[in-house]
């Protein structure tokens, strides 16, 4: 699976911002996916999973009642609605497939999109 992750950019706290994550190469709905985010001189962090077929999601704390991830298999692509940022948010967001969700959180997801740089400004 090849994943491309777009949808970052530049935007003032308090504002909104959707991440897509598109899958390419094998069957999308097949894996669990997940967000992961790092910050510059941080350690990459865990953000949100999302099951196969959508029916279970989780969010790290600092995340949760803001972001919002989901996914759409018929058009292969995985999302994750980020409302109400923070300059805390501002970080390079990755998206990852994995064949189950425990290796989305343990960060051993066997697929990797490149990262896309989302900015937040106070």
């Known amino acids: 699976v090849q994943l491309q992750a777009s949808g970052g950019g530049l935007v003032q706290a308090g504002g909104s911002l959707r991440l897509s994550c598109t899958a390419s190469?094998?069957?999308?709905?097949?894996?669990?996916m997940g967000w992961f985010r790092q910050a510059p001189g941080k350690e990459r962090e865990f953000v949100a999973r999302i099951n196969w077929s959508g029916s279970f999601t989780d969010y790290v704390d600092s995340v949760k009642g803001r972001f919002t991830i989901s996914r759409d298999n018929a058009k292969n692509t995985g999302y994750l609605q980020m409302n109400s940022l923070k300059p805390s948010d501002t970080a390079v967001y990755y998206c990852?497939?994995?064949?189950?969700?425990?290796?989305?959180?343990?960060?051993?997801?066997?697929?990797w999109g490149q990262g896309t740089q989302v900015t937040v400004s106070s």
């Open positions: 190469g094998r069957t999308f709905s097949g894996y669990a």
């Open positions: 990852a497939a994995a064949t189950n969700l425990q290796a989305v959180i343990d960060m051993r997801a066997q697929y």
